[in-house]
């Protein structure tokens, strides 16, 4: 377990769980090799918690092992289905989808939540400088002020980075307020 790890290295290594399970070339072992489980399980006393994980926060449930979809994909992703690879040709693709589909869902929540906290002004700290396999300009943990609190067409809101004074638009979800 790495608690220290960021939610954008959680969400990476969990993408690429995903991938190497259903392109057949990894070990299912559940949560183990999970980058958001690393980051957010807790199996501490006798109830599983996944407090502050995307897909709890999203589907709702305490755990993603009783999410529908994923209940699905792991009745025949598991190792000892391995066998099954025609049912597996037919789901590939559907962990990878729902995974983006409850980051892309994860992600509008927080920058809901963010643009309600933001005002002119405010000091923030970029914790995400990377997104759709784009990226900002270099500028992860780097401190800026909010200068417009109102998103731009793609969602974006403008920040003035405190060291070099440039402008940059980034994305309510990926900065956290400082204190």
Request: positive net charge; hydrophobic residues 35%.
């Amino acid at each position: 377990m790495n608690k220290n790890i960021s939610l954008a290295e959680a969400w990476e290594i969990t993408f690429k769980k995903w991938s190497d399970e259903e392109a057949g070339t990894s070990h299912f072992v559940y949560w183990a090799n999970c980058g958001l489980c690393q980051k957010f399980f807790d199996n501490t006393g006798n109830k599983v918690k996944c407090s502050g994980c995307p897909i709890a926060q999203v589907t709702k449930h305490k755990t993603c092992d009783r999410f529908p979809a994923y209940q699905k994909l792991l009745k025949f992703l598991g190792h000892d289905n391995i066998h099954k690879r025609d049912k597996i040709e037919e789901l590939r693709g559907q962990g990878l989808a729902w995974l983006q589909n409850i980051k892309v869902r994860h992600e509008k929540m927080l920058s809901k939540k963010m643009l309600a906290k933001l005002n002119i002004g405010m000091q923030v700290k970029i914790i995400n400088d990377k997104w759709e396999g784009d990226s900002y300009t270099p500028c992860l943990n780097q401190v800026g002020v909010v200068i417009d609190d109102h998103p731009n067409a793609s969602g974006c809101i403008n920040i003035k980075i405190s060291d070099s004074g440039n402008n940059q638009s980034i994305r309510p979800c990926d900065l956290e307020i400082v204190k």
